[in-house]
């Protein structure tokens, strides 16, 4: 309701938990309130406890992607606007109709993961972006050639420092609040930049960023002030060559 030009989305939202014409629905409707600015990031769901916790039961990884695969398929002719049948393995739709219709000629599919047999072939199939957990971050450019045409983001942690006399304390605060999650990122503006610039060379586009400090609006002042433009200008001279 605040802004018109910053594109919204979540990375990621489980697929098992919605049926896809719902989701279909919900992600239709939010992208034509916005103005055509969702970006729709998924999951298959990789914490069985959590499915069994809300009662959808356990099923094997193999199975939650197969889902999501069909998910991703039910989703497409959903945004068509269209009536359509699909007997599918999961899931059988008779004459649906996707209403509202997307706002975007097409809503950007965010798949997020790193597991080379079940999550790289979807991103593969089906993903406009590929988003590179922190969990995975070290291994960017092992994985990258699996995500095809896909463009890549890079989850990251950052400690962003205000300056160096600072830096050992921003540093410990967030080894305490993230340092589990891998690819941590900590410096003042200029290290954090020199950190996220390795990403664009292993062919980043962009980056879903936790703060340290849950970011703090003069944090994100000095990101977007100080960091975020040297990152812009190398991924667009990256990608114009």
Request: hydrophobic residues 45%; charged residues 25%.
């Amino acid at each position: 309701m605040r802004t018109d030009r910053i594109r919204l989305g979540h990375l990621v939202t489980c697929a098992p938990f919605r049926h896809p014409a719902l989701l279909a629905k919900m992600a239709a409707t939010v992208d034509v309130l916005s103005g055509g600015r969702l970006e729709l990031g998924l999951g298959w769901g990789s914490d069985p406890s959590e499915l069994e916790r809300f009662g959808f039961g356990l099923q094997a990884p193999a199975e939650r992607a197969a889902r999501l695969e069909e998910t991703l398929e039910v989703l497409q002719r959903m945004f068509a606007g269209r009536p359509f049948d699909h007997a599918g393995r999961h899931y059988r739709l008779e004459g649906a109709v996707g209403r509202p219709v997307p706002a975007q000629p097409r809503i950007p599919v965010h798949l997020g993961g790193s597991g080379p047999q079940l999550t790289m072939p979807l991103v593969r199939r089906h993903a406009d972006w590929w988003n590179c957990p922190s969990y995975a971050a070290d291994r960017l450019a092992e994985l990258r050639p699996l995500a095809g045409a896909a463009r890549v983001s890079v989850q990251h942690p950052v400690g962003l420092a205000p300056d160096r006399a600072s830096r050992d304390e921003v540093a410990a605060l967030a080894r305490r609040r993230f340092g589990s999650w891998g690819g941590l990122v900590v410096g003042t503006a200029e290290e954090v930049a020199e950190a996220l610039l390795r990403d664009v060379e292993l062919g980043a586009e962009g980056f879903v960023l936790q703060f340290a400090d849950f970011g703090a609006p003069e944090t994100l002042r000095r990101f977007a002030t100080d960091v975020a433009p040297l990152v812009r200008a190398a991924a667009t001279r990256r990608r114009t060559g």
